[in-house]
């Protein structure tokens, strides 16, 4: 019996071995297990294996590759041979593979087995240089996970450009050609393995700049020509460890398209004779491709409107003064520039600019004018949002003024100057600065004492000329020419016409006299007798306003009979002005039972005046309109309501 025993265990341990258990080669994993025991003077040995996974590199033929290594140009397969823990093959079984993928790509992360055990994908290096890199492979047998890896390499690729070509190889500036150029690897076109190329031009660009090679081994891009193309252009094709090629194409030069008046330094110059004021201006015009850019080099030939060089206007060259015709080289912007010189009188200035290669392609300058310079009275305005604030009992309230000026012939007067706010009560802003819309604002602002009856004088002044009449269009004053005489500035505070010496000041300055001012047109303070009796341009413009500085509380006064469609009645504040600028005024029938009722009140809202004014109550006439109570509601912008009963 023993010797029965010990025969079958050496049967089966030569089985075991002979079924793959034992040792393991590179690139496979395996495992062996073993145990031992005894029954009298025999001994019986147990041994179990592992699943298997084998990894090789083959090429397209199937011959493994001894070195691992694989390159671009032709295809190289990762092969996995899966067996179970007795040594056979494992058929339709998931297998997984995994790499670096800045080393080499994967044709599949996974594969089954076929039927002889073997998984296989395709393996193809990322780069055109050498490389190394380790690949794992994984799956599981029978319940257990098994895996295996291999390390590999990649080898340089021989690469090369050939064939570059460009589509069509004539353009003119701003057009474009398509460009080609083939991508090859070891002779071969690439087609698995990509190349990267980069496009270059001697003038004008390339869209995209990098392109790879495609299936059929072309690299393709655009090429877009500059404005300043002209000629042959080089185009250049390059790559890594490639040797690089050109190709050439010819650019016709762009040609002017258009041209704009662009800017002038000074778009309202004053008139020679003026005191102040910027009497040069320098205009620009820009010569344009098709494209809308600049294009240098171009001549240009400018000149003055007829009516603009018997205004006076002139050009300026080297501190010289000329009418005559300017011929002007563009700048590397495509910029024709001239300055030109204000006459002495005031008028639209018209520079048209033509190319010298072709005269039909011009442009007339815009928006530019020689002023007098100077305010004058006459054109001289002062204004406010609200002419009545609440500010009789509160400080702080706030209205804002706008002083509006112009010179003799309506038009703005430059920017810069500057006008001047003075008043007896409250805070005003002292001065502020003309813009471009010939105008400026301060703030009046109710605070300290108050006027017992409410009323505030602004006065607002800045240097400019007296208003004539220009007979003859020639700028300048002659003595049969009629004109507004202005004398001795005054604030007129207690708003009577007459300058009262011991209660109104004085703000002297500009040419006065001792002479009778001539009648005016417009209301503004000038003591009397103390005009020149003569022309000036050198006065003080002046405009006055009265700001009611009003009480919350309203005075409503009955000053019509009342009838059955309605009556009048007169809202004032405590003090006989209008109430605050935005005060509501309401009414409504209060007897019950009345069938009369208000239609409406007209005005609603207070007018924007200092004085009070009249406001409408309308009834509907029914019979008991003429005996019914009518309240009317006048509420401030505080809201404090008064209400009065008729």
């Known amino acids: ?47 179990t294996s592992a699943p298997t996974i084998t990894l090789t590199i083959v090429d397209a033929t199937g011959v493994a590759v001894t070195s691992n290594a694989i390159g671009s140009g032709a295809l190289f397969y990762v092969k996995a041979l899966v067996k179970n823990a007795v040594g056979g093959a494992v058929a339709n079984k998931l297998v997984t593979f995994a790499t670096a993928s800045t080393v080499a790509t994967l044709a599949q992360a996974s594969v089954l087995t076929d039927a002889s055990g073997v998984a296989k994908v ?42 570059m070509a460009a589509m069509p190889n004539s353009i003119s500036a701003l057009q474009s050609a398509a460009v080609t150029v083939e991508g090859r690897v070891n002779g071969v076109l690439a087609g698995s393995s990509v190349v990267t190329v980069n496009f270059s031009a001697s003038c004008g660009s390339f869209s995209p700049l990098s392109a790879s090679t495609n299936s059929a081994g072309l690299a393709s891009t655009t090429y877009q020509s ?20 050109t190709t050439s194409v010819s650019v016709a030069a762009a040609q002017p398209a258009n041209v704009i008046f662009s800017l002038a330094t000074v778009p309202l110059m004053v008139t020679s004779a003026a005191a102040s004021g910027l009497k040069q201006s320098t205009l620009k015009f820009q010569v344009l491709d098709g494209s809308g850019s600049g294009m240098s080099g171009q001549g240009v030939n400018i000149s003055l409107s007829p009516s603009t060089i018997s205004s006076g206007v002139t050009f300026s060259v080297g501190g010289s003064a000329t009418t005559t015709a300017q011929t002007v080289t563009t700048d590397g912007s495509g910029f024709a520039s001239v300055t030109v010189s204000s006459g002495g009188l005031p008028t639209p200035v018209v520079v048209t600019a033509a190319l010298v290669s072709n005269s039909a392609v011009q442009a007339s300058s815009s928006g530019i004018a020689v002023t007098s310079g100077r305010a004058t009275q006459n054109a001289a305005s002062l204004s406010a949002t609200k002419l009545s604030i609440e500010g009789f009992k509160v400080d702080g309230v706030q209205t804002t003024l706008t002083m509006r000026v112009a010179d003799r012939q309506g038009n703005p007067v430059p920017a810069g100057a500057v006008v001047n706010f003075v008043t007896g009560y409250g805070l005003v802003q002292g001065s502020c600065v003309i813009d471009s819309l010939s105008r400026c604002n301060v703030l009046y602002t109710s605070q300290g004492l108050r006027p017992t009856n409410g009323r505030v004088a602004v006065l607002a002044y800045m240097d400019g000329e007296e208003s004539f009449i220009d007979l003859n269009g020639d700028n300048i004053w002659q003595s049969s020419e009629s004109f507004y005489d202005v004398g001795t500035l005054y604030r007129d505070d207690n708003e009577n016409d007459i300058y009262d010496a011991t209660t109104e000041q004085t703000y002297p300055g500009g040419a006065t006299g ?82 009369c009722k208000v239609t409406s009140v007209s005005p609603n809202v207070v007018r924007n005046s200092a004085n009070g004014g009249n406001h409408e109550i309308n009834l509907d006439g029914a019979a008991d309109c003429s005996t019914v109570r009518v309240d009317v509601t006048v509420t401030a912008p505080s809201s404090i309501a008064t209400v009065v009963g008729f």
């Open 122 to 163: 395709q393996i193809s290096p990322v780069s055109l240089t050498g490389n190394a890199g380790n690949l794992i492979v994984s799956a599981t047998v029978d319940g257990v996970a098994v895996s295996a890896d291999l390390d590999y390499q990649t080898s340089a690729a021989n690469v090369s450009l050939t064939n």
């Open 226 to 245: 500059a404005v300043t193309c002209s000629g042959t252009v080089v185009l250049t094709a390059q790559a890594t460890g490639a040797t690089p090629v």
């Open 514 to 595: 001792t002479a009778a001012c001539a009648s005016i047109v417009y209301s503004y303070p000038s003591v009397v007798g103390s005009c020149d009796g003569t022309w000036s341009d050198s006065i003080r413009v002046r405009q006055q306003i009265i700001i009611a500085v009003a009480t919350g509380e309203a005075n409503v006064v009955l000053i019509t009979a009342r009838t059955l469609s309605g009556f009048t009645v007169r809202v004032t504040d405590l003090n006989g002005n209008s109430m605050p600028t935005g005060t509501t005024v309401a009414a409504a029938v209060v007897t019950s039972g009345a069938t």
């Open 1 to 47: 019996m023993s010797f029965i025993k010990y025969a079958l265990g050496l049967v089966v341990a030569v089985a075991l071995t002979a079924c793959g258990g034992g040792g393991g080669s590179a690139g496979s994993v395996s495992g062996v297990t073993g145990g031992s025991g005894s029954t009298g003077s025999s001994t019986t040995t147990t041994i």
